[in-house]
C-alpha cells in the first residue's frame, strides 16, 4: 500500500470537489460566493503543495477581478475551470508543468 499515492489522490477528490461547487456557482449572480470558493482551492491546494493549481488559482482570482470591471465572465471562468481541472488531474506538477498549464490559460483566453 503506498500511503502518499492514496493521500495524493484524497486531495485531488478533494481538490475536485472544491473545482465543481466553483462551476455550479455563477459569478453574475453571486460574485463573492464565487471568490470564496474559488480561495477555498487556493488555500487547500497551498496546504497540500499542489502549487500548479495554488498558482492557477491565484491568476484566475486576478483575471476574476478585472472581470468585475470590465465583463467577460463566461469565457474567463470557462478557461481556467478547464485548466484547474487539467492541473488537478495531473501526476507530475513540476515548475514545467506548472508554465505550461499557466500558458495554455493564455492561448485559451479570447483576445
Not at 462551476?23 to 500548479?52: C, G, K, W, Y
Request: charged residues 20%; negative net charge.
Amino acid at each position: 500500500m503506498d500511503i502518499d499515492h492514496d493521500r495524493q489522490m484524497l486531495i485531488r477528490a478533494e481538490l475536485s470537489d472544491l473545482l465543481e461547487a466553483l462551476r455550479l456557482t455563477n459569478f453574475e449572480s453571486s460574485p463573492l460566493q464565487f471568490l470564496v470558493r474559488l480561495e477555498a482551492i487556493r488555500q487547500t491546494a497551498n496546504a497540500h503543495q499542489f502549487i500548479a493549481v495554488a498558482e492557477i488559482a491565484s491568476m484566475f482570482e486576478a483575471s476574476m477581478q478585472r472581470v468585475i470591471e470590465y465583463g467577460g465572465a463566461d469565457s474567463v471562468v470557462s478557461s481556467f475551470t478547464g485548466i484547474l481541472d487539467d492541473a488537478i488531474g495531473c501526476t507530475q506538477l513540476s515548475p514545467s508543468v506548472t508554465q505550461a498549464l499557466l500558458a495554455s490559460v493564455a492561448v485559451r483566453l479570447p483576445r
